[in-house]
């Protein structure tokens, strides 16, 4: 039996304050997450693309001959490598649990599979925020838009 002299309740919405579940909840600060850290991995793949066809142009018209502009390409491509793992770290912990983004951080190391790894994550973190309504581009969503 319901108290008659309650004050009425909109429906949808919470009874006290922000919920997980809710706008303005738990889940908004994970949809924020989740976006920032889909954006990072996006970024560091865009970077490690702009290395790999950098590294191959200079190749092509130095000649391979010019060693302190190959020692700064490994060294910037050891640097977006290491930003990549962290980026899915980051990623596959929010979507997931710190197990998966240590399992994922390690597989990021190995050559082909580590494409398989990002294409799954970005494809998860992609499905969670489109699920709750949020229209995602291609370098992902802008976090402060959530």
Known sequence: M???YQSPQAYGQPPYGPQPGYPG?????????????????MFAL??????NVGSFAIQGV?????LGLAVAILAAALV???FSIVAMFLLANALHNPVVGVLCAILMIIPCISLITLLVINQQATSYLTTRGVKVG????DPNSI
Not at 62 to 66: D, F, I, L, T
Not at 138 to 141: E, F, K, L, P, Q
Request: no cysteine.
């Open 62 to 66: 130095a000649g391979g001959g010019n």
């Open 138 to 141: 291609s370098m992902g969503v």
């Open 25 to 41: 909840g738990e889940d908004r600060e994970k949809m924020r997450s989740v976006a920032r850290y889909q954006r990072y991995v």
């Open 2 to 4: 319901s108290n008659p």
């Open 80 to 82: 977006v490598a290491l």
């Open 46 to 51: 865009l970077a490690n693309i702009g290395l």
